[in-house]
């Protein structure tokens, strides 16, 4: 797991559910072929609306036309972020979109634990209402052993609540990497 985490954030609102994520349209791609899995990160976050997205300057779209990765590094998100069905192609999405953190205010647990189980992203979360803080575009910087994303763009920092527990998983690279090296499965499988 990296130390910093840098790069263009992209704003969102409340209650960002799972379909908007990656539309249920799309889960027809194959997870386990190459081609197909480039799919899921063009379509990310590619039916949430702009009045959702809390864009100001207008309709920026997370992917451009044409594209399999964002711009963005790091989702800014407001509360219930991952709300909606249990689909574990959500926090896939995101990361094959080139998402490596999302940090909002509180979570679906479904959303949760499948970013973390899966080693998709890192899953934040903020005492502190960042949707308000930070705009699309921004530079920021995600500092893991300091718990802290600073706006680079408006030279601030706010902290975030620690991983806790969480963070061994994600520095395995999933939940099962996680249980071959505590003892917990076989090293053949999980």
Do not use: W
């Not at 998402?99 to 634990?113: G, L, Q």
Request: charged share 25%.
């Amino acid at each position: 797991m990296k130390k910093i985490i840098r790069g263009k954030v992209y704003v969102i609102g409340d209650n960002i559910d799972t379909d908007q994520i990656i539309p249920a349209e799309f889960l027809v791609y194959s997870l386990s072929d190459a081609e197909e899995r480039k799919l899921y990160g063009r379509y990310a976050l590619s039916s949430v609306p702009p009045a959702a997205a809390g864009l100001p300057q207008g309709n920026i779209p997370f992917v451009r036309e044409g594209e399999f990765k964002s711009d963005y590094a790091i989702v800014i998100g407001g509360r219930n972020f991952g709300c909606g069905s249990s689909r574990e192609h959500a926090p896939f999405a995101l990361r094959e979109a080139g998402i490596e953190a999302v940090v909002a205010e509180f979570y679906a647990r479904i959303f949760f634990r499948n970013s973390v189980n899966g080693g998709y992203l890192i899953p934040y979360e903020t005492p502190r209402r960042l949707v308000d803080k930070f705009r699309t575009g921004d530079e920021a910087e995600i500092e893991l052993a300091a718990n802290v994303i600073r706006n680079l763009t408006q030279g601030t920092e706010y902290a975030l609540n620690p991983l806790g527990d969480i963070a061994p998983i994600l520095e395995a690279g999933d939940v099962f990497a996680y249980a071959r090296q505590a003892g917990m499965a076989r090293r053949g499988g999980a």
